[in-house]
Antibody
Framework: EVRLVESGGGLIRPGGSLRLSCAASGFNVSTRHMSWVRQAPGKGLEWVSFIYKGGTSYYADSVKGRFTISRDIPKNTLYLQMDILRVEDTAMYYC???????????????WGQGTLVTVSS | SYELTQPLSVSVALGQTATISCGGNNIQSYNVHWYQQKPGQAPVVVIYSDNKRPSGIPERFSGSNSGNTATLTISGAQAGDEADYYCQVSDLRTVFGGGTKLTVL
């Protein structure tokens, strides 16, 4: 059974750093494209970053240069390193499997339950 | 950057058909995917690649995509379909619509 479990969220002051983890089971993160999506309280979904199974990564403009997506294949875990955090980064952060959809484009298949990040002084 | 526009809210009588639109410039050139999100839960994909249903999604969910508008249709809406719905497209980036709150009356 495919399962994604996020952790690492919490309360952090502006300018601080946090690393989110997404522990995967039922599949190998090295064989799937993976994505992070966030949702501010009471707001809609916002894509944050994805990493192709080959290792290439992309970022939303709002986090580029501050966030880094990575994987630990032996631990079968996806990460999101978040630096220089801002109040507007406050959100529930979800990891998801990012699936190629014929004839083009990708969608988010399995999702975790999310981890809440609160950036506040 | 590419933008997707959804109505903030849609209401439908129990058992009737609900349609939720997703507007974007020449959206027909993209595969459009739809997610359902209930309060306190993670999103679930209900339609992918314009009109394909994942296993486990009821047949009453369908999708179409033409011109500048993609549409999610829920036929015979049930109380359990009340949720927020988001459309999404991707190229080198992923873009979500702002979301539509579906109310089943």
């Amino acid at each position: 059974e495919v399962r994604l479990v996020e952790s690492g969220g919490g309360l952090i002051r502006p300018g601080g750093s946090l690393r989110l983890s997404c522990a995967a089971s039922g599949f190998n993160v090295s064989t799937r494209h993976m994505s992070w999506v966030r949702q501010a309280p009471g707001k809609g979904l916002e894509w944050v970053s994805f990493i192709y199974k080959g290792g290439t990564s992309y970022y939303a403009d709002s986090v580029k240069g501050r966030f880094t997506i990575s994987r630990d294949i032996p631990k079968n875990t996806l990460y999101l390193q978040m630096d220089i955090l801002r109040v507007e980064d406050t959100a529930m952060y979800y990891c998801a499997i990012y699936v190629y959809a014929e004839p083009s484009g990708y969608y988010h298949d399995y999702w975790g339950q999310g981890t809440l990040v609160t950036v506040s002084s | 950057s590419y933008e997707l526009t959804q109505p903030l809210s849609v209401s439908v009588a129990l058992g009737q058909t609900a349609t939720i639109s997703c507007g974007g410039n020449n959206i027909q050139s993209y595969n459009v995917h739809w997610y359902q999100q209930k309060p306190g839960q993670a999103p679930v994909v209900v339609i992918y690649s314009d009109n394909k249903r994942p296993s486990g999604i009821p047949e009453r969910f369908s999708g179409s995509n033409s011109g500048n508008t993609a549409t999610l249709t829920i036929s015979g809406a049930q109380a359990g379909d009340e949720a927020d719905y988001y459309c999404q497209v991707s190229d080198l980036r992923t873009v979500f619509g702002g979301g539509t709150k579906l109310t089943v009356l």
